[in-house]
Nanobody, 123 residues
Framework: QVQLVESGGGLVQAGESLSVSCAASPRAISNYNVAWFRQAPGKEREFVTAINYNGVSTAYKDSLKGRFTISRDNAKNTVYLQMKTLRPEDTAVYYC????????????????WGQGTQVTVSS
C-alpha cells in the first residue's frame, strides 16, 4: 500500500504558473502509475493527466494539453504537475492518485488517493 501527500497548492493570479507535487511513502513510487484529478466546487472530480511508472507514457485531458505537464522523479519518490497560464476555471482541489504499474498511462483504475491540495486562480 502507498500513501500520497500533495503539496504546493495556493492562490495565484490568472496567467501565472504553479507546480504541485505528490510524494509517496512508504513504498517506492516507481511501482505505480500516477494521475492527477481535480474537483471544482459543485462539480464532479475529473481526470487531468497521468504518467506511467517509468515516465514513458503520459495522458492528458484534451483541453489541458499544452498548459499542464506531468513529470516524475522516481529517485525523489515524487510526481509533479506543472500548470501554466492558469485560468479561474482551473480553480479546484487537485488530487494525486496511484495504481499498480502498467505499461501505459490511463484515465481510470486508480486505487490510492491523496487528500488533495487547493489551487485557486483569481481573475
Amino acid at each position: 500500500q502507498v500513501q500520497l501527500v500533495e503539496s504546493g497548492g495556493g492562490l495565484v493570479q490568472a496567467g501565472e504558473s504553479l507546480s504541485v507535487s505528490c510524494a509517496a511513502s512508504p513504498r517506492a513510487i516507481s511501482n505505480y502509475n500516477v494521475a492527477w484529478f481535480r474537483q471544482a466546487p459543485g462539480k464532479e472530480r475529473e481526470f487531468v493527466t497521468a504518467i506511467n511508472y517509468n515516465g514513458v507514457s503520459t495522458a492528458y485531458k484534451d483541453s489541458l494539453k499544452g498548459r499542464f505537464t506531468i513529470s516524475r522523479d522516481n529517485a525523489k519518490n515524487t510526481v509533479y504537475l506543472q500548470m501554466k497560464t492558469l485560468r479561474p476555471e482551473d480553480t479546484a482541489v487537485y488530487y494525486c492518485a496511484a495504481a499498480r504499474a502498467r505499461e501505459y498511462a490511463t484515465t481510470d483504475g486508480y486505487e490510492y488517493w491523496g487528500q488533495g491540495t487547493q489551487v485557486t486562480v483569481s481573475s
